[in-house]
């Protein structure tokens, strides 16, 4: 096989040859040169040389030949390094190459294949609970508690809008449209979304933002990131009437956002992997309602936005979140 395929690959080379003598002889026999003996030593040692050109030839590509004439069953076999002439060395190191980005990009699929599932199953598992609230509320014989229905709905509500969210994360470019957003607007509307968790939980916003603070960014990402930060607060305030503190702060290369809360806090050992996908935490687990994802897009989300995300934290003082837009 590997000679068959040696052959084909240098038969133009042969076939070169050949004419070439023919045309040499031709040439000299039309000059007169007419000497039997001497064309017919001139045709051996040319096909001598030339054979023997193609036999050192053939054994230096012979295992690389070998080995590309019968498929591999293994990758390795097919990355194995056999190769002696500078032409297929340079092929295998392409082959390498092709292979460890191969590599790559597999693992990139398969890493976000398997957080997409993993976050699927997560969030269906969560959005049971409200389900099953819901269903034992419309078995009850009493008159319909709307509150506590309004309250699962809600819970819904941002539970379809993460799950969006992350669906949308991985074609992020073609959903980004950055243009200048009024910030105090922004956050009053988002906080006005959200009035009816700030009154379940019995904690309210103190906001103190000036009218014509703009800043550069995409304003529906950046509701999402401002209603997951208020959302965090107030879920992880349990005692009642405490506040959550939104300013913002402009300087003359930079506009800060803050959001600070008097919740729980979080531990030292969490805060330097909240930001990770699925770390829920000492906190997550005390609940019981955290994906460990919400954070998580937050931070992937001012990344793409060029926005930076400082999360600082004491337990039993609160948290504070800060978003840094450049100007």
């Given at each position: 096989m590997a000679i068959k395929m040696f052959i084909k690959e240098h038969l133009s080379y042969i076939i070169f040859q050949i004419v070439l003598t023919l045309f040499l002889l031709s040439l000299f026999w039309l000059d007169g040169f007419r000497n039997i003996n001497t064309a017919i030593y001139a045709i051996a040692i040319s096909t001598l040389l030339i054979f023997s050109f193609l036999v050192v030839r053939y054994m230096l590509r012979r295992r690389y030949l070998a080995k590309i004439s019968v498929l591999p069953n293994t990758m390795e076999d097919a990355l194995q390094k056999n190769a002696k002439t500078t032409e297929y060395t340079v092929t295998e190191q392409y082959l390498h190459e092709l292979y460890r980005l191969y590599q790559h990009e597999v693992q990139v699929l398969y890493a976000t294949q398997s957080r997409q599932y993993k976050f699927m199953?997560?969030?269906?598992?969560?959005?049971?609970?409200?389900?099953?609230?819901?269903?034992?509320?419309?078995?009850?014989?009493?008159?319909?508690?709307?509150?506590?229905?309004?309250?699962?709905?809600?819970?819904?509500?941002?539970?379809l809008e993460m799950v969006l969210m992350h669906a949308r994360l991985e074609n992020f470019a073609d959903d980004m449209q950055i243009m200048k957003v009024p910030l105090k607007s922004v956050i009053m509307n988002t906080i006005n979304e959200?009035?009816?968790?700030?009154?379940?939980?019995?904690?309210?916003?103190?906001?103190?933002?000036d009218e014509d603070i703009v800043?550069?960014?995409?304003?529906?990402?950046?509701?999402?990131?401002?209603?997951?930060?208020?959302?965090?607060?107030?879920?992880?305030?349990?005692?009642?009437?405490?506040?959550?503190?939104?300013?913002?702060?402009?300087?003359?290369?930079?506009v800060q956002l803050c959001i600070r809360d008097e919740g729980i806090g979080i531990p030292k050992a969490d805060l330097s992997r909240i930001t990770k996908a699925f770390y829920t935490g000492?906190?997550?687990?005390?609940?019981?309602?955290?994906?460990?994802?919400?954070?998580?897009?937050?931070?992937?989300?001012?990344?793409?936005?060029?926005?930076?995300?400082?999360?600082?934290?004491?337990?039993?003082?609160?948290?504070?979140?800060?978003?840094?837009?450049?100007?």
């Open positions: 199953n997560q969030w269906v598992h969560q959005m049971k609970t409200p389900v099953s609230v819901l269903e034992l509320l419309l078995q009850q014989d009493e008159e319909l508690d709307k509150k506590s229905v309004q309250e699962e709905v809600e819970r819904l509500k941002r539970g959200n009035k009816r968790l700030f009154i379940t939980n019995r904690v309210f916003p103190e906001v103190n933002i800043v550069m960014s995409d304003e529906k990402w950046l509701r999402f990131l401002i209603e997951q930060f208020i959302t965090n607060a107030v879920k992880y305030t349990f005692e009642p009437n405490k506040k959550i503190y939104i300013t913002v702060v402009q300087n003359e290369n930079q000492e906190n997550g687990r005390k609940t019981g309602e955290s994906t460990g994802m919400g954070l998580y897009i937050a931070k992937e989300i001012c990344d793409k936005l060029g926005h930076q995300l400082v999360i600082t934290s004491e337990t039993g003082q609160g948290t504070q979140v800060e978003v840094i837009f450049q100007s």
